[in-house]
């Protein structure tokens, strides 16, 4: 019987605390997790690997979480529906840009962050890159 690999996630946040706290709720419910400590870092994980989510915070320094975005949506357009923003930012500022669907204001419950990670997560990402003519990096999947 194959296994099924989980779900890859990576958490950006430049507080090292954030990340961790991320880190174990995530993997506690079966998500594979990386973690990059800014936008930059971030972008030089999405070369070495795939991942089905992006959990970024917004203020960051070097390259921000918006900054960071379109960087990468623009080099790996599989990830564009695939961000989840956190910000502690006043309500408005990011959501007319990407959608409150993507977004989680500070403070939520992890429960609500979970919730959130699995309806983005429940999409096939295999199917995404090979629509994208990534088939390559559905490769790297298996």
């Not at 999405?46 to 900054?67: E, Q």
């Not at 357009?77 to 204001?105: A, H, Q």
Request: some cysteine; hydrophobic content about 40%.
């Amino acid at each position: 019987m194959a296994s099924v690999k989980p779900k890859k996630i990576l958490v950006v946040d430049d507080e090292e605390v954030i990340r961790t706290f991320y880190r174990d709720s995530l993997t506690m419910k079966g998500y594979s997790v990386d973690h990059a400590v800014d936008g930059l870092d971030a972008l030089g994980a999405l070369w070495d690997s795939v991942y089905d989510l992006v959990i970024t915070d917004i203020n960051m320094p070097r390259l921000d979480g918006l900054g960071f975005y379109e960087c990468a949506r623009t080099r790996f357009p599989y990830l564009k529906d695939r961000f989840l923003f956190i910000t502690g930012s006043p309500p408005g500022t990011v959501e007319s840009l990407y959608g409150p669907e993507r977004i989680m204001l500070k403070p939520f419950k992890i429960d609500e962050l979970l919730d959130m990670v699995g309806r983005i997560t429940a999409a096939p990402l295999d199917l995404q890159l090979e629509q994208d003519g990534l088939n390559w990096r559905v490769a790297q999947r298996v």
